[in-house]
T-cell receptor
């Protein structure tokens, strides 16, 4: 059974600081996703990571994937208040079936 | 207009009642999914469908059923609602030909309360 663990579950950080959210998964995967969810809203796709060593960046967010370590990171650079949200990683371990297993989410709060 | 819509957006029902949650999409995707979200548990897959004739159980299908009426419509039913089915329900779609990314796109969610 695939397990996906995120840490930390809660993160409160000051504007301007850097931090990293970690996503570990338990079995081989051919793709990993990061989503953002604002309170009371739906999930918005941020990144899709397809291969070992993949790195993607959008604004102040950068995601990376190490398939050998079964680890993905979401790095936040110089945080701003608009990045306050819950971030989920999701892993597709069943090749071709797109059955996603989600982590429990990291609730990020950026303090002015 | 939103690509993935869900109705109703909020629903309060009583234990034992049958209810249906509906999902429609204009993205032209073949693949559709139903998830539930509970605080602290992330999203869990209930059912998924790769086309009108293909329905599959997900991680937590007990107590739920689905119907894929057309490529664009995928409904979730609770035959006899119980309080622990109180949750936020999301529909999602994906395109298998999406350059290999296969990103799932989520609807706005239906908040269900079972009393």
């Amino acid at each position: 059974e695939l397990k996906v663990e995120q840490n930390p579950l809660f993160l409160s950080m000051q504007e301007g600081k850097n931090y990293t959210i970690y996503c570990n998964y338990s079995t081989t995967s051919d793709r990993l996703y990061w989503y953002r969810q604002d309170p009371g809203k739906s999930l918005e796709s941020l990144f899709v990571l397809l291969s070992n060593g993949a790195v993607k960046q959008e604004g102040r967010l950068m995601a990376s994937l190490d398939t050998k370590a079964r680890l993905s990171t979401l790095h936040i650079t110089a945080a701003v208040h608009d990045l306050s949200a819950t971030y989920f990683c999701a892993v597709d371990s069943n090749f071709g079936n797109e059955k996603l297993t989600f982590g429990t989410g990291t609730r990020l709060t950026i303090i002015p | 207009d939103a690509d993935v819509t869900q109705t109703p957006r909020n629903r309060i029902t009583k234990t034992g009642k049958r209810i249906m949650l509906e999902c429609s999409q204009t993205k032209g995707h073949d693949r559709m999914y139903w998830y539930r979200q509970d605080p602290g548990l992330g999203l869990r897959l209930i059912y998924y469908s790769f086309d009108v004739k293909d329905i599959n159980k997900g991680e937590i299908s007990d107590g739920y059923s689905v119907s894929r009426q057309a490529q664009a419509k995928f409904s979730l039913s609770l035959e006899s609602a119980i309080p622990n089915q109180t949750a936020l329900y999301f529909c999602a779609t994906s395109d298998p030909g999406d350059r290999g990314w296969k990103t799932q796109y989520f609807g706005p969610g239906t908040r269900l309360l079972v009393l």
